[in-house]
């Protein structure tokens, strides 16, 4: 009954030093206290107040102190103890200075998880989340992620003023003012952060600079990820930033902006609001990618139409329609690896992909319609060989459910692959394809007025191809300028068991007003490994080219080209 807090307590307390005065103001020179199993604080201690341990003013200053945190588990309140258990042992040098509940801790602690020195009033509450606390915390090689038991954080050394309440990642909510020297985050040390910010569970609001040799960024603002709220309202300076350095790509990518966001939403069906990037510098696989400006605007009205509207120095684009990212994203993800199956021709992969697939099928659609202003810095990162016209527009509409229906018209005025130049194109492609089967209908459609193919002038191309399920007819015309040559190539692809098969119909090619033809048995045979060209002949009169043979890994295969009283001059005409 004399100390009403120790009742239910069960330990043993070892206690030496000089005392004075009486229990309701003692003072404990020279002191040793052991208690538990193995903690023993040294130092001096004063105490007004007892026997009421919470009403007590304590003044400790402790030296070469020892503190094993599972000795503290009868006297603090379980979520406290929850706080405290991850340091497992600490070595101290302090001082503490208040009541039990509201205190100054101002000294070095030597823990298991790192060092921490402090000077820093404490008041604890119950529930322990409400405890607030304000002082300068310094940290040195502190294991963030052990105490946070978040694997993505690493050790932390850090120094500043602090001002706050919580001690876990969902109920912290402080303000720090100082610099992080260092921090570990994805397996990278970002080193050189200085911060005045407000942070809180999905929340940031305030300045945070980073001067590392792999980012140099400034910003300003607040992001609040906080349910229900999910605002964007960031101004920043990215002067560098080596990706793969950071470990957040595979491959080295460096990248440099300003950007400002003014947005809301935090999963991507839900975002609306303003971006800008201006001064944007990109450097992937060896090029370079400079833009000048890009801004994008996303809006979603309540019956869940979406319009995004894009403006940039290269394009300018427009999407609008009812349909969410994630499952477009989703849809057109599978189609590409469907598609890839029918070419594949591979039964047993074709049957166990569509036994495995999950029909999560939901109706939606949308239209696009982009104008390309200059193309060129963008393909010379991601496609080098293509160069597409200024002004050229391209669009289409995209509709998703059990059937798939994609379609895209395309203008442009001149396109480049490689060496090859093509001159007023009309392109013009439509795709519809069921979700549980490989059944497809689709219509491919080239023209371009005139063409340059290995210094060549052609004109007149023509292609158009029509896919109905497992079978693709095909037809490509050209005429040459410069002499009466032309080609009217008409074939078929059929997507057998195992195989695909390509055949060349009759057809009509003319070389000097002379008519060649094809040999009405040839065939080009697709298979997993290889292809076999057969009786592949393409001959007038006496004059003959023939090609046949297997192509595959295997160094016996051979594939033979022979030419039979062929006439040179033919083959002059189309390739000058």
């Known amino acids: 009954n004399f100390a009403t807090f120790f009742k239910g307590v069960t330990d043993y307390y070892r206690l030496s030093g000089d005392f004075q005065g009486r229990v309701n103001n003692l ?82 602690f030597n823990t298991n998880l790192g060092r921490i020195s402090t000077d820093i009033n404490l008041k604890l509450e119950n529930p322990i989340n409400e405890s607030t606390y304000t002082g300068v915390l310094k940290m040195e090689n502190f294991n963030l992620g052990g105490y946070t038991e978040q694997p993505y954080f690493q050790y932390v050394t850090m120094n500043g003023e ?35 910010a ?24 607040s992001i609040d990820l906080r349910e229900g709220i999910n605002l964007f309202n960031v101004r920043a300076t990215l002067d560098s930033a080596h990706l793969m350095a950071l470990n957040l790509t595979d491959e080295p990518f460096f990248i440099r902006s300003n950007l400002s966001i003014d947005a809301q939403g935090l999963q991507v069906d839900n975002v609306e609001g303003k971006a800008r990037f201006k001064d944007t510098y990109l450097f992937y696989r060896n090029k370079a990618l400079v833009l000048d400006s890009l801004e994008v605007l996303a809006e979603k009205n309540d019956d869940g139409y979406r319009t995004i509207h894009m403006f940039s120095n290269l394009f300018n684009a427009d999407i609008d329609g009812r349909f969410d990212f994630s499952i477009l994203g989703r849809d057109l993800t599978r189609l590409y690896e469907e598609y890839k199956l029918n070419f594949s021709n591979d039964r047993e992969a074709i049957a166990s992909y569509y036994a495995e697939k999950e029909l999560a099928l939901e109706d939606y659609s949308l239209r696009y319609d982009i104008t390309l202003s200059d193309m060129d810095p963008l393909l010379r990162v991601f496609l080098p060989d293509v160069q597409i016209s200024q002004r050229s527009r391209i669009y289409g509409s995209y509709t998703g459910g059990y ?65 109905n399920n497992s079978h693709i007819d095909f037809e490509l015309d050209i005429d040459q300028v410069a002499y009466p040559n032309y080609a009217r190539l008409l074939g078929s692809l059929d997507f057998l068991p195992d195989e695909t098969i390509m055949h060349i119909k009759p057809s009509d090619f003319s070389i000097l007003n002379e ?62």
């Open 27 to 108: 003072t404990l020179n020279d002191a040793n206290l052991r208690f538990g199993d193995n903690t023993s604080i040294n130092g001096r201690l004063r105490m007004v107040g007892l026997p009421e341990f919470t009403e007590t003013f304590i003044d400790f200053d402790l030296s070469d102190s020892y503190v094993q945190t599972s000795d503290l588990r009868p006297y603090v309140q379980p979520a406290t103890f929850g706080r405290l258990e991850p340091f497992t042992e600490v070595y101290l040098t302090s001082q503490f200075l208040g009541f039990p509940n509201d205190f100054v801790a101002n000294g070095n």
């Open 162 to 196: 602090i001002e706050g309440t919580g001690f876990t990642l969902e109920e912290a909510n402080f303000i720090l003012r100082g610099e992080i020297q260092e921090i570990g985050i994805n397996e990278y040390n970002y080193s050189n952060i200085v911060t005045d």
């Open 198 to 221: 407000r942070f809180a569970k999905e929340f940031f609001e305030g300045y945070l600079s980073v001067d590392d040799p792999n980012i140099k960024l400034t910003t300003t603002g």
């Open 403 to 467: 059937t798939s229906i994609f379609s895209m018209n395309a203008h442009p005025d001149s396109v480049t692959i490689g060496s090859e130049l093509f001159r007023e194109n009309d392109l013009q492609v439509s795709v519809s394809k069921v979700a549980d089967s490989t059944n497809v209908l689709a219509m491919f459609y080239v023209n371009s007025k005139s063409q340059q193919i290995r210094s060549v002038e052609t004109e007149n191309m023509y292609f158009e191809g029509i896919w």
């Open 515 to 576: 008519k060649w033809q094809v040999d009405p048995n040839n065939r080009f045979v697709f298979r997993k490994n290889y292809m076999i060209v057969e009786s592949v002949n393409v001959f007038k009169e006496d004059q003959l080219i023939s090609l046949e043979g297997t192509v595959s890994e295997d160094p016996a295969d051979r594939l033979t080209l022979a030419l039979h009283s062929l006439q040179l001059d033919n083959l002059n005409t189309i390739t000058k």
